[in-house]
């Protein structure tokens, strides 16, 4: 079945330690995106990424870094700098025509 | 003020009840529009793809859009315990831009 996986389903960050973020799709789709969740805050974007080897910040990008070296693969970065991480991450990708297939989420808390 | 205005609730109705949520939006340049639905720690699933104005169903589900007064709703009938979950809205200009979405609106059906 096609769709998005990410991994791990928990994770846990020491203070000063980056943690990545997996996520993978065999949807064949251009775009893929990265959004942290937050009580009453919506889905903020943090990258997202048209095309393979291209990727654009988002509106809370500070903290975060990303790699798009294959159309499948958009691995999520939180470094040292992000100084509150704890958060629900949500991976998606997007078709032109059939709107956001999103992945069941990273819930990530810092220890 | 935010591009995406949604209640976040939380909404409770006793099953068999008719549903409505809602969203405003202050850009005129939406066009498309997306209603998703997200169960507790899992990612949002698509509900409703609409395009301007208008209404569409599926099945128990209707997608408004009133574009003069830039304003979507969503109707759920005869609704029963697991339409549970939170509701987003999202819009865009166009389908190759990224979507903006509202903060969600907890929804619990009462058996």
């Known amino acids: 079945d096609g769709g998005i996986t990410q991994s791990p389903k928990y994770l846990f960050r020491k203070e000063g330690q980056n943690v990545t973020l997996s996520c993978e799709q065999n949807l064949n789709h251009d775009a893929m995106y990265w959004y942290r969740q937050d009580p009453g805050q919506g889905l903020r974007l943090i990258y997202y990424?048209?095309?393979?080897?291209?990727?654009q910040k988002g509106d809370i990008a500070e903290g975060y870094s990303v790699s798009r070296e294959k159309k499948e693969s958009f691995p999520l970065t939180v470094t040292s700098a992000q100084k509150n991480p704890t958060a629900f991450y949500l991976c998606a990708s997007k078709d032109t025509f059939y709107g956001y297939t999103f992945g069941s989420g990273t819930r990530l808390t810092v220890v | 003020q935010k591009e995406v205005e949604q209640d976040p609730g939380p909404l409770s109705v006793p099953e068999g009840a008719i549903v409505s949520l809602n969203c405003t939006y202050s850009?005129?340049?939406?066009?498309?529009f997306m209603w998703y639905r997200q169960y507790s720690r899992k990612g949002p699933e698509l509900l409703m793809y609409?395009?301007?104005?208008g209404n569409k169903e599926d099945g128990r589900f209707t997608a408004q859009v009133d574009k003069s007064s830039k304003y979507i709703s969503l109707f759920i009938r005869d609704s029963q315990p697991s339409d549970s979950a939170t509701y987003l809205c999202a819009m865009s200009p166009n389908t190759g831009n990224q979507f903006y979405f509202g903060t969600g609106t907890s929804l619990t059906v009462i058996p």
């Open positions: 850009n005129s340049a939406f066009q498309y």
């Open positions: 990424s048209q095309i393979v080897n291209d990727f």
């Open positions: 609409t395009y301007s104005s």
